[in-house]
């Protein structure tokens, strides 16, 4: 199955630690991206591949994995973290893209 | 830097054809496949189709039998039509650049270049 599922909302207190995840059969596979996405604006890659970070993401941010279940681990929360987080993969043998339903992160 | 700008009808009527265009500026267009996702409003995101380097196509196939997209090398361009609309077809649009990494010999995907979004609505 190519189904991704991630947790509605997740929320956590300012300067705490949050981990926000994403299931799936295929994440045994792949690896999963993450993109943040903040009200009004378009997605932003913050995690691809193994734990890899693009250019100006803060290393507050780090990725993970294990079996079915890929993590995007917040270190020290900040208000800016506040946002919706999308994990995705391309499946090369389908040729199609697969997102989770997203999780909306609240810092408190 | 790279830039993806986009324009397109923001208005449609049920059974037009939404069509968008996006323009590539700064990256080398004919290295990277390129990507359309859409958002309606308060849902999440879904990946429309792409086009790859070699000008090939895939879809998504609920929505294989509406959707043609095509590149303009000459130009750094690409673009989406969509038959058909209805009023489920409303939402923000996205052009999107595709990169990859080889590792262990299998290639892994990423959007990393995500263009500022186009509204359509689709009303009678």
């Known amino acids: 199955s190519s189904e991704l599922t991630q947790d509605p909302a997740v929320s956590v207190a300012l300067g705490q630690t949050v981990r926000i995840t994403c299931q799936g059969d295929?994440?045994?596979?792949?690896?999963a991206n993450w993109y943040r996405q903040r009200p009004g604006q378009a997605p932003l890659l913050v995690m691809y591949?193994?734990?890899r970070r693009p250019s100006g993401i803060p290393d507050r941010f780090s990725g993970s994995s294990s079996g079915n279940t890929a993590s995007l681990t917040i270190t020290g929360a900040q208000a800016e973290d506040e946002a919706d987080y999308y994990c995705?993969?391309?499946?090369?043998?389908?040729?199609?893209?697969?997102f989770g339903a997203g999780t909306k992160l609240t810092v408190l | 830097q790279v830039q993806l700008q986009q324009w397109g009808a923001g208005l449609l009527r049920p059974s037009e054809t939404l069509s968008l265009t996006c323009a590539v500026y700064?990256?080398?267009?004919?290295?990277?496949?390129w990507s359309w996702i859409r958002q309606p409003p308060g849902k999440g995101l879904e990946w429309i189709g792409e086009?790859?380097?070699?000008?090939?196509?895939d879809y998504n196939p609920s929505l294989k039998s509406r959707v043609t997209i095509s590149e303009d090398t000459s130009k750094n361009q690409f673009s989406l039509k969509l038959s058909s609309v209805t009023a489920a077809d409303t939402a923000v649009y996205y052009c999107?650049?595709?990169?990859?990494?080889?590792?262990?010999?299998?290639?892994?995907?990423?959007?990393?270049?995500w263009g500022k979004g186009t509204t359509v609505t689709v009303s009678s």
């Open positions: 999107v650049r595709v990169s990859g990494f080889l590792e262990w010999l299998e290639y892994y995907y990423y959007l990393d270049v």
């Open positions: 700064g990256a080398s267009f004919s290295a990277y496949s």
């Open positions: 086009v790859n380097h070699r000008g090939s196509t």
């Open positions: 295929s994440l045994r596979s792949y690896y």
């Open positions: 591949g193994k734990n």
């Open positions: 995705n993969f391309r499946d090369s043998s389908a040729k199609i893209w697969v």
